[in-house]
């Protein structure tokens, strides 16, 4: 079956028509993707390794879950469902923000990050994309990425990603009273 996408412009405003993931996205057309990670309260974050038959990045490890948002889907939504159908976690993003949104060629990437302590032995796996999930440090996943075992994503993009689980509620502040 068929997965199809919205279509945004540069200013993240929806377009009419649809896109068809795989085809090309036409010149000044956008879509949108979501990427979570939920970290325990060891500061640990949940990493997941991709199926080996999974095209892009087989077999390599990962961060908690990612995708594109189907047509129809805000981003909350899409976080949602992606969280539920390739972790089998559940959580509701209705009234949460993306923690920040990451601009690439082709669209829009919201992040959200999540603080709670979620049980390996809870999870289920969707068996089309994911292998195995686990627990990593900060120090651990930048090791598997000098490793090639874990997608390459820039060390300082993975440094923020555990600096702003640590601060979550303070944003870009690192006091709360002003000077």
């Known amino acids: 079956m068929a997965e199809y996408w919205d279509v945004y412009d540069v200013h993240r405003q929806k377009q009419e028509g649809l896109l068809e993931r795989g085809k090309a996205l036409p010149e000044g057309a956008y879509h949108l993707v979501v990427h979570g990670c939920v970290f325990n309260s060891q500061g640990e974050m949940l990493i ?16 908690t879950v990612g995708g ?44 959200y990050l999540l603080i709670q302590d979620v049980a ?12 195995a999930v686990g627990y990593a440090s900060e120090a651990e996943i930048l090791h598997m ?29 690192s006091k709360l009273e002003e000077k």
Request: hydrophobic share 40%.
């Open 145 to 173: 990425i000098e490793e090639g075992i874990f997608i390459p994503y820039y060390p300082s993009f993975i440094q923020m990603l555990f600096a702003m689980a640590k601060t979550t509620h303070l944003g870009m502040i």
């Open 68 to 111: 594109s948002a189907l047509a129809g889907e805000t981003s909350q939504m899409a976080m949602s469902r992606e969280m539920a159908e390739e972790i089998g976690f559940h959580y509701d993003f209705k009234n949460k923000r993306p923690h920040m949104t990451i601009q690439f060629e082709g669209g829009f990437d919201d992040i």
């Open 120 to 131: 390996l032995d809870s999870l289920q796996l969707q068996p089309e994309e994911v292998q």
């Open 48 to 63: 997941q390794q991709r199926q080996p038959f999974k095209q892009g990045w087989s077999n390599l490890w990962d961060i």
